[in-house]
């Protein structure tokens, strides 16, 4: 498949996952940008995202991270699922902070893959890291689109 192709069937995975992605819909996190092994989103903390000290609550950053590390091992227009995740908090989030969250696909064999994501600030400060193993399923993410593929 072609470079174009590949980054028209990126972009219609994301037009069919986020209609259904009622958990990202809810937090407000927006999908940026899509491309073949790539995904970024974005989210600003709310008064409902801060824990009991005053800071991002680590589960909310950890939905950012997840959320993007979905829409890239999805890219390919491949059912993909998590099969093991982990993330490294490396500074606190603060309330009205706008985070993004990059996710790079590093390695993709058969049905496992492996992709890295970092997520910043407005500042570009580095507040965590997040490496997820993907496995891919049977069927197509963009199986009843219209116009379809």
Known sequence: ????????????????????????????????????GYARATLEVRD???????????????TLADTAFAY????HDVV???????????????????????????IKKGRAGITDVTVTNQHGEVLAVFRGNSRTLSGRVTEGLDPPL
Do not use: Q
């Open 80 to 106: 993909t699922v998590a099969s093991a995740c982990s993330i490294t908090f490396l500074a606190p989030g603060k309330l009205g902070d706008r985070l993004t969250a990059e996710a790079s696909e590093i």
């Open 72 to 75: 890239c091992c999805n890219s």
């Open 48 to 62: 409902f995202m801060v824990n009991g000290h005053g800071i991002l609550h680590g589960g909310i950053c950890f």
């Open 1 to 36: 498949m072609d470079p174009e192709t590949r980054l028209v069937v990126a972009e219609a995975t994301t037009r069919a996952m986020y209609p259904r992605d009622n958990a990202a819909r809810h937090m407000g996190i927006t999908i940026e940008e899509t491309r073949p």
